[in-house]
């Protein structure tokens, strides 16, 4: 087998936006927010179901996928590849957004139902050292949960470092497969959850159409010409940093330290400034 990187845009939608495999997103939605029993999601419906034309066509900055359950809650999952500025401020606003376009006008706020935030990151958002943490609306002093509609969750990939023989729950089973399925020849042993072993078998990229195959590298190739062009912009500021810190006393060790550059470049750069 030949699995998908599931933080790719196409992949990501492709399994969890998936309205014929329904059972893949419950899964993972009851995983992430520990519901069991009578709490327990037994149907959804995905609001913005996986298109390959619609999302190879458009390069959209938010990749998500949005669901309703049997209650009326709203669900947005997020797969967020790089840290941006303003991240914390715009999931707020994202979230309270999409918990207000419930009601048209003149409707009663009774009708408003809980809209829950899923973010999945590729970098380290938070200071605490779990990879999976959740944040409500608390009485600062009592900690009285009374403002329960917007609630938030972040998944932070790179502080989730658990190998495959030491998975034991479900959350990270399925935090173990976004993460390192790309690096996987086969579906692991013991899986007893029938919406994870879906996601596996809708990750084998052997399994897919040629047109989703497409957009699959497609976007790849913009991700790494992203990434290019992030790490040319990074390293032309450092470059100012550097050109400031060589008027100054500063060796060319400590210049490279402030700036991240090889003390190889540094004296380069100062060979081309003639100091």
């Given at each position: 087998?030949?699995f998908?990187?599931?933080?790719?845009?196409?992949?990501?939608?492709?399994i969890?936006g998936?309205?014929?495999?329904?059972?893949?997103?419950?899964?993972?939605?009851?995983?992430?927010?520990?519901?069991?029993?009578?709490?327990?999601i037994?149907?959804?419906?995905i609001?913005n179901?996986?298109?390959?034309?619609?999302?190879?066509?458009?390069?959209?900055?938010?990749l998500?996928v949005?669901?309703?359950?049997?209650?009326?809650?709203?669900?947005?999952?997020?797969?967020?590849?790089?840290?941006?500025?303003?991240?914390?401020?715009?999931?707020?606003?994202?979230?309270?957004?999409?918990?207000?376009?419930?009601?048209?006008?003149?409707?009663?706020?009774?009708?408003?139902?809980?809209?829950?935030?899923?973010?999945?990151?590729?970098f380290?958002?938070?200071?605490?050292?779990?990879?999976?943490?959740?944040?409500?609306i608390?009485?600062?002093?009592?900690?009285?949960?009374?403002?329960k509609?917007?609630?938030?969750?972040?998944?932070?990939?790179?502080?989730?470092?658990?190998?495959?023989?030491?998975?034991?729950s479900l959350?990270?089973?399925?935090?173990?497969?976004?993460?390192?399925?790309?690096?996987?020849?086969?579906?692991?042993?013991?899986?007893?959850?029938?919406?994870?072993?879906?996601?596996?078998?809708?990750?084998?990229?052997?399994?897919?159409?040629?047109?989703?195959?497409?957009?699959?590298?497609?976007?790849?190739?913009?991700?790494?010409?992203?990434?290019?062009?992030?790490?040319?912009?990074?390293?032309?500021?450092?470059m100012?940093?550097?050109?400031?810190?060589?008027?100054?006393?500063?060796?060319?060790?400590?210049?490279?330290?402030h700036?991240?550059?090889?003390?190889?470049?540094?004296?380069?750069?100062?060979?081309?400034?003639?100091?």
């Open positions: 087998m030949k998908a990187d599931i933080k790719n845009d196409i992949a990501f939608r492709k969890f998936n309205e014929n495999k329904t059972e893949i997103l419950i899964s993972f939605l009851n995983a992430v927010l520990k519901l069991e029993g009578k709490k327990k037994v149907w959804v419906q609001l179901p996986y298109q390959v034309p619609i999302v190879l066509g458009a390069k959209s900055t938010i998500d949005k669901a309703k359950d049997q209650i009326g809650n709203e669900y947005i999952v997020e797969m967020q590849v790089t840290d941006k500025i303003g991240f914390d401020k715009r999931v707020v606003y994202y979230t309270a957004k999409s918990y207000s376009a419930q009601l048209s006008v003149g409707e009663d706020f009774a009708k408003l139902k809980s809209t829950i935030f899923i973010g999945i990151l590729n380290t958002f938070l200071e605490s050292e779990h990879y999976l943490s959740r944040h409500l608390l009485d600062a002093n009592t900690y009285e949960h009374k403002l509609d917007l609630d938030f969750n972040f998944i932070e990939l790179p502080k989730f470092n658990l190998e495959q023989k030491q998975l034991q959350i990270e089973k399925w935090v173990f497969f976004i993460k390192n399925a790309e690096n996987l020849e086969v579906i692991p042993e013991g899986l007893d959850d029938e919406g994870l072993k879906t996601a596996y078998n809708e990750a084998n990229q052997h399994s897919w159409k040629k047109e989703d195959l497409e957009a699959y590298h497609y976007a790849q190739l913009r991700e790494m010409d992203e990434r290019a062009e992030k790490k040319l912009v990074e390293q032309k500021k450092a100012e940093i550097a050109k400031s810190l060589l008027q100054t006393t500063l060796s060319h060790q400590d210049v490279a330290k700036t991240g550059l090889t003390v190889e470049q540094i004296e380069q750069l100062r060979v081309e400034l003639n100091l």
